[in-house]
Nanobody, 125 residues
Framework: QVQLVESGGGLVQAGGSLRLSCAASTRTFTTYTMSWFRQAPGKEREFVAAISKSGGTTDYADSVKGRFTISRDNAKNIVYLQMNSLKSEDTAVYYC??????????????????WGQGTQVTVSS
């Protein structure tokens, strides 16, 4: 069992940057694959980025590749999402998710078991 708490969301102008954080309450953080998803109003939740347990493998949705960077600090039990060159279409609630079952070979397609409450990101054009 792991509890996830996101922070760092807010309002930013197009072209700006934000860094989201997700703090995990667990003694076994390194056994979890971590990911970020987002859900915009009226749309289904979609995959954004994920990082393997060691941090050695990452995967990104095509829509954010080159602009977003996922990273993790296994000493602090935190996963980050650095978002640069933000666009209005990035506006959504961003969710952190974790799974001990998802392998590095299936970061975007794996089933994530634990979810945070979400943090709102609004990009004004």
């Amino acid at each position: 069992q792991v509890q996830l708490v996101e922070s760092g969301g807010g309002l930013v102008q197009a072209g700006g940057s934000l860094r989201l954080s997700c703090a995990a309450s667990t003694r076994t953080f390194t056994t979890y694959t971590m990911s970020w998803f987002r859900q915009a109003p009226g749309k289904e939740r979609e995959f954004v980025a994920a990082i393997s347990k060691s941090g050695g493998t990452t995967d990104y949705a095509d829509s954010v590749k080159g602009r977003f960077t996922i990273s993790r600090d296994n000493a602090k039990n935190i996963v980050y999402l650095q978002m640069n060159s933000l666009k209005s279409e990035d506006t959504a609630v961003y969710y952190c998710a974790a799974s001990y079952r998802v392998p590095a070979t299936a970061l975007r397609s794996g089933q994530y078991d634990y979810w945070g409450q979400g943090t709102q990101v609004t990009v004004s054009s």
